[in-house]
């Protein structure tokens, strides 16, 4: 199944944020927020199992098309539901439907507890909690963060001698087959002399420099208030089978549900996962 999608672009301060929309633009807004590495593509897939919504995908700066932070500036976790606030107030959006996959879901979990008078719902893929950490890794955090900032500095992206090499190169890597993988590397590439390069920050392989501790994590999901679902795949990461347990019960409206597949399970089994989804709204009460 294919629907047509259109590109489209937030100018959020010194950033282009670059995305793709579908659907009528009277219809109520789902913004839709991928993972690390990957980009507004992922979508695709789960789109067209998605009518009656005006779907708006966007790639997180650094991924796809939109913008690289500044030179003097890195990708920090916060950053990212900063980059949420500007574009909720460039678009002067209310309360929306947020779907959205892995480190998606961190941030997406992050804004709806700040602002949640923003965020109508929110369906995690795949996706539950924080990367969090005990205080007392902090040094050590801090130290490895820095020091894999220095070593990036003379990193070199990967060079793929045509888009089938890097396709190839992310289905090594992932969960992705090659239909999934197609997606996400074409909206990833660029082209450079005869070669193909990653359109990504290289910077955002860094080693954070922090990370919330437990206690930081659990208070941002006790403070989310607007109705939560949790859908995964039964060979995805473990970190979300270790986060249903650790973090589930402190949402104030939660509920779950398992489908057959992997981290990327919105893109093996869309229709299933759009159908959690719908059945999902329906069930919400104002």
């Not at 659907?23 to 993972?35: F, K, S």
């Not at 507004?40 to 009656?52: G, H, N, T, V, Y």
Request: with cysteine.
């Amino acid at each position: 199944m294919k629907i047509e999608t259109e590109e489209v672009c937030y100018d959020i301060n010194e950033l282009s944020l670059h995305g793709l929309t579908a659907g009528d633009p009277e219809q109520p807004i789902t913004l839709c927020l991928h993972g690390w590495l990957d980009n507004a593509a992922s979508f695709l897939p789960l789109i067209p199992f998605l009518p009656d919504r005006r779907i708006i995908a966007i790639d997180w700066p650094g991924h796809g098309f939109s913008s690289h932070r500044s030179g003097d500036a890195h990708y920090h976790f916060i950053d990212w539901v900063y980059d949420l606030v500007q574009l909720f107030e460039v678009t002067q959006w209310q309360a929306v439907d947020i779907v959205a996959h892995s480190m998606g879901g961190m941030v997406a979990t992050a804004f709806a507890a700040a602002f949640p008078e923003k965020v109508r719902s929110l369906t995690l893929l795949d996706s539950i909690g924080f990367v969090s950490d005990k205080a007392e890794n902090t040094t050590e955090q801090l130290r490895k963060g820095l020091q894999s900032r220095i070593a990036g500095q003379t990193k070199r992206k990967n060079l793929h001698p045509s888009v089938e090499s890097a396709i190839k190169a992310r289905v090594a890597v992932s969960d992705l087959n090659t239909e999934q993988a197609t997606l996400i590397v074409k909206r990833g590439l660029m082209q450079q002399g005869g070669d193909y390069i990653w359109r990504a920050d290289s910077r955002l392989r860094n080693t954070s420099p922090y990370r919330l501790t437990r206690e930081q994590a659990k208070q941002l999901i006790c403070d989310v208030k607007c109705p939560v679902h949790l859908v995964y795949g039964d060979k995805g990461l473990d970190m979300v089978h270790i986060g249903i347990k650790e973090f589930s019960s402190l949402f104030n409206q939660f509920s779950l549900f398992e489908l057959e597949g992997g981290h990327h399970v919105h893109m093996e089994k869309p229709a299933q996962v759009a159908e959690q989804i719908q059945l999902f709204w329906q069930n919400i009460t104002v």
